[in-house]
Each structure stands twice: as C-alpha cells, then as structure tokens.
C-alpha cells in the first residue's frame, strides 16, 4: 500500500496529515474552515484516497496560511507514498460538470512542478474561504507534489459549484494517474526517471 504520514510545523500552523493512495475515499479533515474542509473530504472521495488532515492555524489573522500548508503537506504525503512512480500510469485528466458549471483538471507526475489555473470569475468569499486561495493551495501541492497541474473552469455562474467542480476534477484525474499498470516496467519516461 502506498501510505505516508507527514507533519508541518511553523509559527503559523501545525499540519498533520495522513495519506493512503490505495484507499477507499475515507476522511477526516479538521482545516478550521468549513468550505476547505467540504472541498478537501470530495477530493478524497473523488480520488478514492484516504486522507486525514489535521491543521492548527492563526485563522485569527485568516486562511491562507492554513490552506497553504495544507496544500504542502498533502503534496509532500503524495511524493512520499509515490516513491519512485514505478508502473504508474502518470498521466491523467477530468471532467467534472457540476450543475450548470463545468470544470478540467489534468495533471502529469512528472517530477516537474508547473502549475496553470484559471477559474473565470468567482466570488472573493464562499463561507469563511477566501476563493484566491484555491490557486494557493494547488500551487502548493503541486509543486510539492512534484507535478504539472492544469486547473480549468470552462463556465458557470455559481462560484461553489465552480470550485467544488475543480477539487473534484482534480480527484478523478490524480486518481487515473496514480493507477498502476504493471505493463509499465518502471517508469513512464524515456528518461528512466520522473
């Protein structure tokens, strides 16, 4: 199985987080912000991922530190459980529609970080959750994830289902690239390494 524990340590938060891959989409996140946490627990269950996420954060001065550590830690938990990416299958890529809105997410574990993100137009706050941290959290994870991460909302009118929508793309399509094919004899590149 392909698991890792990792934890974070700051001034500004303590992260800890608990990762299996290979896992049935079970959670438990506790981030201190409600809509974070709705958004975290469907990327788990989309991606089929066991994850628990514990965070204590300065929320008192907002979310963007809790969220960006979050996305740190979750993405140092994915390097650590991939190891050396033998037999995966890489690549992946989903679409998510959700109501009227629709959302793409792609990524390759390739080792290089890159991240693109568009969302269109969103609200500044759904709840408690500061929207502009979307793109903090997915540039976290994925540069220390180790991957190239396209995040698109195509269109929509309601700002929940367009970020709902990308969490959940985003599930489905690290969850593709996560798969093993043991016809892949180590790894995807003609590299030798990711």
Known sequence: M???????????????IRLNIDGSGKSSINSGIGFFDHMLTLFARHG???????CNGDLNVDGHHSVEDIGITLGDAFC????????????GSFYVPMDEALAFAAVDISGRPFIVYDSGAVAP???????????????????????????????????HHKIEAVFKALGHALKIACQEDKTIKGVLSTKGTL
């Open 125 to 159: 706050m759904i709840g408690e959750y500061d929207t502009e941290l979307t793109e903090e959290f997915l540039r976290a994870f994925a540069f220390h994830a180790g991957i190239t991460l396209h995040a698109k909302v195509l269109y929509g009118t309601n700002s």
């Open 2 to 16: 392909r698991k890792a524990e990792i934890s974070r340590k700051t001034l500004e938060t303590s992260v800890k």
């Open 80 to 91: 650590k459980a991939l190891g050396k990416k033998e037999s995966i299958t890489r690549y």
């Open 48 to 54: 089929s991922f066991d994850i628990d996420v514990s």
